[in-house]
């Protein structure tokens, strides 16, 4: 079993930053992936971000140039620095985690929210 805690969204105006962090505890040993999602209202949920154990990473299109994801391995812990975010950004965020026996396990979730 892997518990993940979420810190870091709030309301932010369009053209500002945020960083998300998620910790991982538990089975730490067995965590290969660590990664972002989000879901808006209505819409399903989506990849933002992922990073390896190795350190490859992969993003989606949309947040390509304005959001870096990074893990500290000795921490356990993902991040998600958000820059130049815009309105279309506003969603629940959800930290994942994929073992290398292909268990995923989520977060709780994290409102981030961009508005002026």
């Known amino acids: 079993q892997v518990q993940l805690v979420e810190s870091g969204g709030g309301l932010v105006q369009p053209g500002g930053s945020l960083r998300l962090s998620c910790a991982a505890s538990?089975?730490?040993?067995?965590?290969?992936?660590m990664g972002w999602y989000r879901q808006a209202p209505g819409k399903q949920r989506e990849l933002v971000a992922a990073?390896?154990?190795?350190?490859?990473?992969n993003y989606a299109e949309f947040v390509k140039g304005r959001f870096t994801i990074s893990r500290d391995n000795a921490k356990n812990t993902v991040y998600l620095q958000m820059n130049s975010l815009k309105p279309e950004d506003t969603a629940v965020y959800y930290c994942?985690?994929?073992?290398?026996?292909?268990?995923?396990?989520w977060g709780q979730g994290t409102q981030v929210t961009v508005s002026s």
């Open positions: 994942n985690v994929l073992t290398f026996t292909y268990y995923d396990y």
């Open positions: 538990g089975s730490i040993f067995s965590i290969n992936a």
């Open positions: 990073i390896t154990s190795g350190g490859s990473t």
